[in-house]
């Protein structure tokens, strides 16, 4: 991906990706978990349901959400050029975005956003710095 974009690391250098990417995994955990999420289920399963069925729309809403970020960021362009070498990162991002989904409703925000930040502090600041 550096290559396409003329970039010598798709990694941002130390020290700066620790907060570019842990305030990006606070921004992402945000809007997509905590702004959209709620909103969404809240809007369907309480407004237009009137409770019924709210355990489904929770996890239809928040599967929906969790397929935003692969599809848009990457993943899939990624696989048609790559091939099979680029599944196991699209399958990295389902389950961080399932993983959060999953940790929102049983532990709360502060286990889905700690969640991402983990990822990412292996992912983009300790792999960056190796």
Not at 29 to 58: H, M, Q
Not at 62 to 91: K, N, R, W, Y
Request: glycine share 8%; with cysteine.
């Amino acid at each position: 991906m550096a290559a396409e974009m003329h970039l010598p690391s798709i990694h941002i250098a130390w020290p700066l990706s620790v907060p570019i990417y842990f305030g990006g995994a606070i921004l992402v955990t945000i809007i997509y978990f905590f702004v959209l999420l709620p909103f969404l289920y809240w809007a369907i399963a309480v407004k237009w349901l009137k409770g019924r069925g709210e355990a489904a729309v929770y996890w239809t809403v928040g599967s929906l959400l969790a397929l935003v970020e692969p599809l848009t960021q990457g993943d899939i362009q990624a696989i048609q050029q790559h091939g099979a070498a680029a599944v196991p990162s699209a399958v990295c991002d389902l389950l961080l975005n399932f993983g959060q989904v999953w940790l929102l409703r049983r532990s709360g925000l502060v286990a889905a956003c700690a969640f991402r930040i983990g990822y990412y502090a292996v992912w983009h600041v300790v792999y960056g710095l190796i």
